[in-house]
């Protein structure tokens, strides 16, 4: 067996990474020195303390760590009388942030969790002495793992390395129970298996159906970071055949999951050719190919705000600015189907949808089935065409909107709005007309229908 025995760990501390291949990449680790003073100080001052979770996972992988939790046998108040600058970000469950140069972290007391009565909150918060009670509280055998960097110990009582070798999410004790406390952690195992590209476990898979009731009891703000999370990934399209498999498809995404069966499929093929061409695609971009099917197609008339889409983004929690691009993105999704066969179309085309979005509206493209010859032939032709930075909106009119009014006699009105417009078609016809004197002269033509 690899992973040690936690009454084994308790009464004789060890080293426990002496021949361990996988231990030697934490003793190799160069920690940030000012984690490794706080820890330092916490150990001087007769307390455990550890690195635990994500971090320690991250570096048994050879990923590097976002960032680095510590959780300590001290106290909060402990932790707050050991460091000169501390925010009490959650006392309540034993955390305070500890703040060391630029450097940040938060630092917890070990803890067990009392009851779960509503599905989202343990009814109680226990505080603990030693480091596998805290580890029994954590979701997944490969985040249930503690480092101490300071004096070498490591600490895996249910085998998270193993799990890692071989690649599984696997719940820490029985997977129903563990389910059954906490609705989002089938979300988390689902978000864990997309980001890594692990396997979830049989008896973990098994368990995400009969506990469902107690997802539906998580706030909208917890699922939609994990759904984030698992869309950010590498292959999220593995992310939503999971969520489908696992049946908390209907109940994350139910408008999604409405269209049925062969849109479904087409939704996630969708996403999977996008991020194939456009790894680095942002989440907007990623859940306008999504879905598209959920908002009509319109290049030139406003976006749809009331759209199944709109409702589903905005049901999910995301930022107004998230939804907004989304949206955007799923009504101009035609723009490489329009016509574009001279330049002034493609200006008029650009005009309309934003310059802005051009490139990304073309992965959305492809993700739609444009041949990618003929969508990267757009993009050189846009890039080409924006390098002579044509005026494309009323903004970029070489005469404003009081000097259209000068020249009409008119200072106010929706005669100069009407104006504008006229002015921007021509430039768009052509932009060498972009000077004031002949945008003047079309002004004086077109006198009598502009008043
Ligand atoms: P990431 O790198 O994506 O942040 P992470 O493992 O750090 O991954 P977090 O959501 O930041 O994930 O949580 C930190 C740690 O807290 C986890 O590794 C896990 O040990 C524990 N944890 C978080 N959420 C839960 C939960 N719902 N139930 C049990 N343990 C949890
Ligand atoms: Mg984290």
């Not at 308790?10 to 934490?26: E, F, G, I, K, V």
């Not at 008896?203 to 970071?225: C, G, H, N």
């Not at 409405?258 to 695609?281: K, N, S, T």
């Amino acid at each position: 067996m690899n992973s040690p025995d936690p009454a084994a760990e308790n009464t004789a501390p060890r080293d426990a990474c002496a021949s361990n291949d996988a231990c030697a990449r934490l003793q190799a680790f160069a920690f940030p020195p000012q984690l490794l003073a706080i820890l330092r100080t916490l150990g001087d001052a007769g307390f455990e303390a550890y690195v635990v979770g994500g971090s320690v996972r991250d570096i048994l992988l050879g990923r590097a760590p976002q960032d680095f939790d510590v959780a300590t046998s001290a106290r909060a108040e402990q932790v707050t009388r050991l460091f000169r600058r501390v925010v009490p970000t959650g006392l309540k469950h034993g955390t305070v942030l500890v703040l060391k140069g630029g450097f940040k972290t938060e630092v917890t007391t070990f803890r067990g969790e009392g009851d779960y009565l509503d599905g989202r909150h343990p009814e109680s918060v226990v505080f603990l002495n030693e480091v596998q009670g805290d580890l029994a509280r954590r979701d997944f055998t490969i985040n249930a793992m503690a480092y101490d960097p300071v004096r070498r110990r490591f600490v895996d009582p249910f085998g998270g390395q193993v799990d890692l070798d071989k690649r599984v999410v696997r719940c820490v004790g029985t997977a129903l129970e563990r389910f059954s406390e906490d609705g989002l952690r089938p979300l988390r195992a689902v978000r864990f298996a997309t980001a890594l590209d692990f396997d979830i476990d049989p008896a973990t898979m098994a368990a995400i159906a009969p506990t469902l009731s107690t997802f539906d009891k998580v706030s909208l703000e917890r699922q939609r970071d994990e759904f984030v999370k698992l869309l950010a990934s590498a292959h999220p399209a593995r992310g939503l055949e999971l969520l489908d498999q696992s049946r908390i498809l209907p109940r994350l995404l139910p408008a999604l999951a409405a269209l049925g069966e062969a849109a479904l499929r087409e939704a996630i093929a969708r996403l999977d050719r996008l991020v194939a061409h456009a790894p680095d695609a942002d989440l907007a971009l990623r859940l306008a190919a999504l879905l598209s099917d959920l908002a009509p197609d319109d290049l030139m008339g406003r976006v749809e705000t009331k759209s199944p889409a709109a409702l589903l983004l905005r049901h999910l929690r995301l930022s107004n600015a998230e939804i907004d691009a989304t949206l955007r993105l799923i009504a101009r999704r035609g723009f490489a189907r329009s016509t574009l066969e001279t330049d002034a179309d493609l200006r008029r085309a650009l005009s309309c949808v934003g310059p802005d979005i051009a490139r990304p509206l073309l992965s959305l493209a492809i993700a739609h089935g444009t041949p990618i010859d003929a969508a990267h032939a757009l993009a050189r032709r846009v890039d080409a065409l924006l390098a002579t930075r044509p005026p494309l909106s009323t903004a970029d009119l070489a005469l404003d909107g009081n000097r259209v009014g000068a020249l009409l006699g008119q200072p106010k009105g929706p005669a100069i709005g009407r104006a504008l417009k006229l002015l921007l078609d021509a430039v768009l016809e052509d932009p060498a007309r972009n000077t004031p004197e002949a945008l003047a002269e079309i002004l004086r033509r077109h006198r009598e229908d502009l008043s």
